[in-house]
């Protein structure tokens, strides 16, 4: 299996993207660009850590924060040669969010959790980073959009993780079925208009 810190690293580079694309979205300063991605980029992981009692994993080795400001100095020189940021930022999104989905996975997993809980933290660690960012940048959060595939996609790909075994023993079979899983369907909510259905208040009856 692929060590969680290894998908927690690239979760970070690609999540601190897309923290600077909407830090530069709000027109902040380099600092509050270097803010923003770091947010984004530890908060998930941070919050699944302190839950299952386990080190924080950017504060025994703090390259994942040095990570997240390079790839915020990077936004901030080049976003304006972007044609659109917002689709930028939605690939780029889905693509952190697989790999971090993976990522609170396998932590959970090689801390022998359950099922349930294994599910939980794949969810957490994918969607919590991305929340944390469009909160403070005081946009719509992607995890809410009207019925679009964000939260149904972090848990579809973790359960084909937990499924995966039942079929085969390779060991990077499970998180490989998770990142997989969790980008085909928010990408396809993206490209193709996959939607939950949304509840419509229906008019009173006399």
Not at 82 to 110: H, P
Request: glycine fraction near 10%; charge should be neutral; charged fraction near 10%.
């Amino acid at each position: 299996m692929i060590a969680p810190l290894t998908l927690d690293l690239a979760a970070v580079a690609v999540f601190a993207l897309t923290g600077a694309l909407v830090a530069s979205r709000a027109q902040l300063d380099i600092i509050g660009f270097f803010f923003v991605a770091c947010l984004t980029a530890v908060g998930g992981g941070t919050l699944r850590d302190l839950i299952l009692d386990a080190p924080v994993f950017w504060m025994a080795n703090p390259a994942p924060l040095a990570i997240a400001c390079g790839a915020a100095l990077v936004v901030f020189l080049t976003a304006h040669l972007l044609e659109s940021r917002y689709k930028t930022l939605l690939w780029l999104d889905a693509g952190a969010l697989s790999i971090a989905v993976a990522a609170g996975v396998g932590a959970a997993t090689n801390l022998g959790h359950s099922a349930p809980i294994v599910l939980v933290m794949g969810v957490v660690t994918g969607t919590f980073g991305g929340l944390m960012r469009d909160v403070v940048c005081n946009e719509v959060p992607l995890v809410l959009k009207q019925g679009e595939l964000y939260v149904t996609a972090a848990a579809a790909g973790a359960g084909a993780a937990l499924l995966t075994p039942l079929i085969t023993d390779i060991a990077v079979a499970p998180l490989a079925a998770c990142i997989a899983t969790t980008f085909l369907l928010r990408t396809g909510s993206i490209a193709f208009g996959w939607r939950l259905p949304v509840y419509k208040p229906r008019p009173r009856r006399i």
